[in-house]
């Protein structure tokens, strides 16, 4: 049974920093291209950053220099790393392990940005 499950989400004030992990069970995280999404309410799903398994890295504009993924392969967990946080980030947080046709996700988790 494949398990994704985040933790890390909570409330932040504005240029503040929060880190999400993703700890996976039952697949190995570098065969699989990993991806963090968020979805603030009343928005589509919106893909924020991913890694390959060769670890390469993508990030959506929005986040460009303020977030960063990473993987941790004797963890078998991903990370975002989140600086410089804006309200317009407050949204729920997914993981994602995509290979072919296998496609799996997360419970979420809630990030807010407020002060």
């Known amino acids: 049974q494949v398990q994704l499950v985040e933790s890390g989400g909570g409330l932040v004030q504005p240029g503040g920093s929060l880190g999400l992990s993703c700890a996976a069970s039952g697949i190995i995280v570098s065969d699989y291209v990993m991806r963090w999404y968020r979805q603030a309410p009343g928005k589509q799903r919106e893909l924020v950053a991913s890694?390959?398994?060769?670890?390469?890295?993508n990030n959506a504009d929005s986040v460009k220099g303020r977030f960063t993924i990473s993987r941790d392969n004797a963890k078998n967990t991903v990370f975002l790393q989140m600086n410089s946080l804006k309200p317009e980030d407050t949204a729920v947080y997914y993981c994602?392990?995509?290979?072919?046709?296998?496609?799996?996700w997360g419970q979420g988790t809630q990030v807010t940005v407020s002060s």
């Open positions: 994602n392990a995509f290979h072919y046709f296998r496609d799996y």
């Open positions: 890694i390959s398994s060769s670890g390469t890295t």
